[in-house]
């Protein structure tokens, strides 16, 4: 597995990812596909500066047109201060083999390596028995329940928080869940 950078080509990826009803279940639903082509190039530009960390997750190096999911960290402003925030999409053909929670890992290893984003905070759905399942398997700490917008929505969210230098749990393996 490897991350890159979103580029605007991902457009199709985009759609299939935020688009989906089943994708977005515990996102507050589907969004609409003619927002995708802004939204797209408005992340690439972001992640071609280094403001936030928009990656697409590629499962195999051998075939890099193919695109698993993304993987995201960016910082957004609270009424306590900026906040670093991760979110992960896996497509469902690439669901439960461990990749959503080996790409985080990638880029919480990236932001404990380079001493970046400080306490990553996320706020998976309570109903996302996978999302949560990565927070706490890498060594997230459960803060609280909490009410959370999103794209205009309001979800019922479990907050999680980590400190990639200090809380990253280690891998027990260099191999990932597909064997490769
Ligand atoms: C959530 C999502 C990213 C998970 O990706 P994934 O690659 O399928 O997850 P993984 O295979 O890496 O599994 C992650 C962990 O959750 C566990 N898990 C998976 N499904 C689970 C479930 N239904 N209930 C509880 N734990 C579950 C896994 O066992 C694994 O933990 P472990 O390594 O300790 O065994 C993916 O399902 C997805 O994109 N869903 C739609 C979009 C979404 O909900 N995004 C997240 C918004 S917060």
Same mark, same amino acid.
Not at 17 to 34: E, F, H, I, K, S
Not at 70 to 91: C, K, R
Not at 141 to 166: G, K
């Given at each position: 597995? @490897?991350? @890159?950078?979103?580029?605007?080509?991902?457009?199709?990826?985009?759609?299939?990812? =935020?688009? %989906?009803?089943?994708?977005?279940?515990?996102? $507050?639903?589907?969004?609409?596909?003619? !927002?995708?082509?802004?939204?797209?190039?408005? %992340?690439?530009?972001?992640?071609?500066?280094?403001?936030?960390?928009?990656?697409?997750?590629?499962? %195999?190096? !051998?075939?890099?047109?193919?695109?698993? !999911? *993304?993987?995201?960290?960016?910082?957004?402003?609270?009424?306590?201060?900026?906040?670093?925030?991760?979110?992960?999409?896996?497509?469902?053909?690439?669901? $439960? =083999? +461990?990749?959503?929670? @080996?790409?985080?890992?990638?880029?919480?290893?990236?932001?404990?390596?380079?001493?970046?984003? +400080?306490?990553?905070?996320?706020?998976?759905?309570?109903?996302? $028995?996978?999302?949560? +399942?990565?927070?706490?398997?890498?060594?997230?700490?459960?803060?609280?329940?909490?009410?959370?917008?999103?794209?205009?929505?309001?979800?019922?969210?479990?907050?999680?928080?980590?400190?990639? =230098?200090?809380?990253?749990?280690?891998?027990?393996? *260099?191999?990932?869940?597909? $064997? @490769?």
């Amino acid at each position: 597995m @490897r991350l @890159r950078n979103v580029t605007p080509d991902d457009v199709e990826a985009y759609a299939r990812m =935020r688009c %989906d009803p089943v994708m977005m279940a515990d996102l $507050g639903g589907p969004l609409p596909p003619d !927002g995708m082509k802004d939204k797209v190039q408005r %992340d690439a530009l972001e992640a071609a500066a280094d403001t936030a960390w928009i990656k697409m997750i590629i499962p %195999d190096a !051998g075939t890099p047109e193919v695109v698993a !999911g *993304s993987v995201t960290i960016w910082s957004h402003d609270t009424d306590d201060g900026p906040m670093s925030e991760i979110g992960w999409m896996i497509l469902p053909q690439f669901q $439960g =083999r +461990g990749l959503g929670k @080996r790409a985080a890992r990638a880029l919480l290893e990236q932001a404990r390596n380079e001493d970046r984003w +400080g306490a990553v905070h996320a706020f998976p759905a309570v109903s996302n $028995g996978a999302s949560n +399942g990565i927070c706490r398997s890498l060594g997230f700490r459960l803060i609280a329940e909490q009410n959370v917008t999103f794209a205009d929505r309001v979800l019922r969210s479990n907050h999680w928080v980590i400190s990639p =230098r200090t809380d990253l749990v280690p891998t027990a393996t *260099s191999t990932d869940h597909t $064997g @490769r």
